[in-house]
């Protein structure tokens, strides 16, 4: 016998929770299930703890500028517990020429800054005159072609604090689909930014947003958002097929059925369940896959006061940067010591997540000696090597799979399909879609198309 549910959700990661959250929000006692594949929920948000040590193996945190995941803490009265690392008052490093040195914060910082040459500056302006390029580019093209070839270091060291992704590689029109509009339309980022921010109803905060994060770690958002969610663990959906206005799910030795199915799964995990309805093209997406090395020192190590460094590929450095987890969030480490989190791999250095532990932190140790005064050996180590990497959002093949998503929803009513990798990558944006779901499937599927959004860049 199959087990029928008005809505059924796979995946109960990030995901998959906040589009439950959003429909049991307006709709309470509606009768909804979420299938998950692995023994814990939470999917990429996992904590770590050991000897008064708090690292992650996921996300560290996410920014507050989001309403929908506003909304979200809101709701579950976390906004008052959670810690906050505002931009404006944190320094943030890239590796320059060998050494660290602050990214600029504000116009006049930007004018002062070692990072680019006058001349660097000045180029800056000429996106002003620079016709927007029509067709798909990557991030590199877009940011040289509008802002000059000496941005490329800042812009990849972006994208590996983001993407741990190579901007050689990643689709400006699919990474940032807002600024491209907004560019294409004004002819001109700097431009379309001006007008943006001069258009009635646009709210002006004037400050920075905060990194965001809770004393127990990123894992105590989901120990929150899944209590008494109706989830079942150990539940992985191995095939789905659509009759008669029916979806029906097999899992293990269960059947399942329902009219409303919400894919909410990294893309990568969709794809295959999703590939008998309408065959896509392409069956996966690259992916970045990073280990996370914690090292704890006692507090005479004097790490400089800030987030953290990114160092771009042509510093040559090992590590792709590190947090400075203590100044971000204290609590982190046991009373007189400090936590910093170093980040090695990405889309480019995959090899490096063969070495074994000792080697990774031998490597580490040699690479952040020459740019941190780590007199002292750490007192605490401890490599995570998390399962799952970061969808790439690449060139000649993202886009193409968003529009076969369009079609696969069309042709599918009762279809939803959120999750990493799809429009976006971070916290914020899963919240978002979560939301976008949602709303959604309580107007009876009449999804309204929105206009992307002006994702700002912080590094
Ligand atoms: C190393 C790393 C660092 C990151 N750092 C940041 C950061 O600092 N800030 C930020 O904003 N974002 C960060 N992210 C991204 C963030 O973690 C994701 O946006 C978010 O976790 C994605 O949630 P999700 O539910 O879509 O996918 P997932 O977290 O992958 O969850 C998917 C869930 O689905 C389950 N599942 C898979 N297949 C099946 C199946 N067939 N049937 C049933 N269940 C299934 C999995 O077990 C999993 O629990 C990071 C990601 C990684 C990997």
């Excluded at 997406?285 to 160092?311: C, D, H, M, R, T």
Aim: proline residues 8%.
């Amino acid at each position: 016998m199959a087990e029928n549910h008005q809505v059924i959700i796979i995946g109960g990661g990030l995901s998959g929770l906040a589009t439950a959250h959003f429909l049991r929000k307006q709709e309470p006692n509606l009768d909804l299930l979420i299938l998950e594949g692995g023994k814990r929920p939470g999917g990429a948000v996992r904590s770590f703890k050991n000897e008064g040590f708090l690292g992650e193996w996921g996300p560290h945190g996410f920014l507050d500028n989001n309403p929908e995941s506003r909304e979200l803490l809101h709701d579950l009265g976390l906004d008052k517990q959670a810690q906050r690392a505002p931009l404006g008052k944190f320094l943030r490093y890239v590796c320059h020429r060998g050494q660290l040195v602050a990214l600029p914060q504000s116009p006049q910082q930007l004018i002062s800054t070692p990072l680019l040459s006058p001349l660097g500056k000045l180029r800056l302006l000429a996106d002003l005159w620079k016709k927007p390029v029509l067709s798909e580019q990557n991030i590199g093209q877009w940011a040289a072609h509008r802002f000059g070839r000496e941005v490329l270091p800042l812009v990849d060291a972006a994208v590996t604090g983001t993407f741990a992704g190579d901007y050689q590689r990643l689709s400006m029109d699919a990474v940032m689909p807002g600024v491209r509009n907004l560019e294409k339309e004004a002819g001109s980022l700097l431009r379309g930014l001006r007008r943006k921010k001069k258009a009635p109803g646009n709210k002006k905060t004037g400050h920075l947003p905060s990194m965001l994060s809770f004393p127990q770690g990123m894992e105590h958002l989901i120990h929150t958002l899944v209590k008494e969610m109706p989830l079942q663990t150990e539940s992985k959906v191995r095939g789905i097929s659509h009759q008669h206005g029916q979806w029906r799910l097999e899992s293990n030795d269960k059947v399942f059925t329902t009219p409303t199915l919400i894919v909410a799964l990294p893309i990568n995990g969709a794809l295959p369940l999703l590939t008998p309805l309408i065959p896509p093209p392409a069956t996966k997406v690259p992916e970045a896959k990073i280990v996370n090395v914690l090292l704890g020192f006692s507090k005479q190590v004097k790490i400089p006061y800030g987030f953290g460094y990114l160092a771009p590929e042509r510093e040559n450095r090992f590590a792709l940067g590190a947090m400075f987890s203590t100044h971000m969030f204290p609590g982190r480490a046991p009373e007189g010591k400090v936590l910093i989190e170093v980040l090695v791999g990405g889309r480019r250095h995959p090899e490096r997540l063969e070495l074994n532990d000792d080697e990774l932190i031998a490597k580490i140790l040699a690479d952040l000696g020459e740019l941190l005064p780590l007199n002292e050996p750490p007192c605490f180590s401890k490599v995570l090597r998390p399962s799952g990497g970061i969808p790439q959002m690449e060139v000649g093949g993202h886009l193409q799979l968003l529009d076969w998503r369009h079609l696969c929803e069309q042709e599918h009513p009762g279809l939803h399909l959120n999750g990493f990798g799809w429009d976006g990558i971070g916290m914020n944006d899963m919240i978002k879609a979560a939301k976008k779901t949602a709303t959604t499937i309580l107007a009876g599927n009449k999804g309204q198309q929105e206009e992307a959004p002006v994702k700002p860049v912080y590094f």
